[in-house]
């Protein structure tokens, strides 16, 4: 079985980063990689979310319990990437933001903010706030008369 000692170094290596440079990305003091690495200290609860958040894996995988990096997500992760988009829709590349890159080793600490869970849980949140008021009902009348008219010309 693979720890998670071997998963955080794994995963950094694979993305090309240096230690401090991974450790800066997540928000971490300087040496707090090379020590979950080493096993010299085990990450936190949320700095295990951080780093998965980051790398796009489950906690699962991070920790070795799994092969399977998918994550538990639902369609404002985007599980409806794979139904075939509209004839009139253009398309284009869906790009996550963790693999944004700021041109140094690696992401940013606004990436790592980005993909993390609970700002991706307060977006997710204020979007369902926003449907569900008068103005974002309206909003998706439009949105589904107008996907109807499209498909009947």
Do not use: C, H
């Not at 940013?108 to 008021?133: G, H, P, Y």
């Amino acid at each position: 079985m693979v720890t998670l000692a071997q998963r955080i170094e794994e995963l950094r290596t694979a993305r090309g980063l240096s230690r401090p440079a991974l450790a800066a990305a997540l928000g971490l003091p300087r040496t707090a990689i090379e020590k979950f690495e080493t096993g010299r200290q085990t990450p936190t609860q949320d700095q295990q979310s951080k780093l998965a958040s980051y790398f796009g894996v489950s906690l699962f995988y991070l920790r070795g319990e799994t092969n399977d990096t998918t994550q538990m997500s639902d369609w404002m992760d985007g599980a409806f990437l794979d139904e075939p988009a509209p004839a009139t829709a253009p398309k284009r590349a869906v790009k996550p933001v963790a693999a944004a890159s700021s041109g140094g080793e690696g992401g940013t600490m606004f990436d790592a903010f980005l993909t993390s869970k609970k700002f991706q849980e307060a977006l997710r949140t204020a979007v369902l706030d926003t449907l569900r008021t008068p103005e974002g009902q309206e909003i998706l009348a439009k949105a589904i008369r107008r996907e109807l008219a499209s498909r009947q010309k």
